[in-house]
């Protein structure tokens, strides 16, 4: 996919991997859609760009761990744009983030499930109609090798809590809902893939997480770019993969009964059942 003048939306796109993919789809033409909660990290990365002699990027400032703020921010790129070419949803919280204690959303929902994985998925519904005016489109999901089975008696973690579980619950979610977005979306012409970028990047959340990096955000936003433009994906959805290698995820990602239990359940905590 040549970027020049395709609309990009990158959520969590004011830092880490999401500000350099960012950075690299607008020195390639695209027009990028940043979205994060600090404008004053938005208004750096805006400079730079320009500086650079590049378009400005249009920043959309919303909290993501409520399903309220996550409406308004699709209903702001609703309002403003006619088309969506890209749809990454990189934004998320890692296992440590404000500690390793059990969090709830502002909905009540557990934290890491609520900003890793529901805004996401209702984001990607709420925006498939510029996804559509735009196809072939692609959607982009940016999820881990972290994966955890989820406990559909326990979706919330409220026995045995652990930030790693949760975190690896969500990423799981993550990958569960593109297989099947993917499959409801096949004769559309819209793809939807993710990935686990690389492991241990040098951001602010492995940081955070008291974790020594391992890989640059370089080396994850390569893989996240690949699967934005690169010719040889146009074709694929519904995979997964380890940088730029498709790879298989944990056993319940297919599982269609899994999946279906998943579906109905996203589809009533944000909303959209109704």
């Known amino acids: 996919m040549k970027m020049t003048g395709k609309t990009v939306l990158i959520t969590g796109s004011t830092d880490g991997v999401g500000r350099y993919?960012?950075?690299?789809?607008?020195?390639?033409?695209?027009?990028?859609?940043?979205?994060?909660?600090?404008?004053?990290?938005?208004k750096a990365l805006i400079d730079q760009?320009?500086?650079?002699g590049h378009?400005?990027?249009?920043?959309?400032?919303?909290?993501?761990?409520?399903?309220?703020g996550t409406r308004e921010l699709a209903a702001a790129v609703l309002r403003d744009?006619?088309?969506l070419d890209v749809f990454v949803s990189n934004a998320g919280i890692g296992s440590q983030n404000d500690g390793p204690q059990r969090q709830e959303s502002p909905d009540g929902y557990e934290l890491r499930f609520a900003v890793?994985?529901?805004?996401?998925?209702?984001?990607?519904?709420?925006?498939?109609?510029?996804?559509?005016?735009?196809a072939p489109s692609r959607v982009v999901n940016v999820a881990s090798l972290?994966?955890?089975?989820?406990?559909?008696d326990d979706v919330m973690i409220s026995r045995g809590y652990s930030g790693s579980r949760a975190y690896a619950q969500s990423k799981l979610a993550q990958i569960m809902f593109t297989i099947d977005f993917a499959e409801e979306l096949k004769r559309m012409g819209i793809t939807v893939n993710a990935l686990h970028p690389a492991?241990?990047?040098?951001?602010?959340?492995?940081?955070?997480?008291?974790?020594t990096p391992i890989s640059t955000v370089e080396q994850g936003g390569a893989a996240i770019l690949h699967l934005v433009e690169g010719d040889d994906v146009a074709g694929k959805?519904?995979?997964f993969f380890n940088g730029m290698n498709e790879t298989r995820a944990n056993p319940q990602a297919y599982d269609a009964g899994a999946r279906r239990r998943l579906r109905a359940l996203s589809l009533e905590l944000t909303g959209l059942s109704s």
């Open 146 to 152: 972290g994966q955890h089975p989820i406990d559909f």
């Open 55 to 68: 378009a400005a990027p249009t920043f959309y400032q919303a909290d993501l761990s409520s399903m309220s």
């Open 49 to 52: 760009i320009v500086q650079a």
């Open 199 to 211: 492991t241990y990047m040098n951001t602010t959340m492995v940081r955070a997480g008291g974790i």
């Open 81 to 83: 744009h006619q088309r």
């Open 237 to 239: 959805s519904g995979m």
């Open 116 to 134: 890793n994985y529901l805004s996401g998925f209702l984001l990607a519904h709420l925006l498939l109609p510029l996804l559509t005016s735009a």
């Open 21 to 42: 993919v960012a950075r690299r789809l607008a020195e390639a033409g695209a027009r990028v859609l940043l979205h994060g909660r600090d404008a004053v990290r938005a």
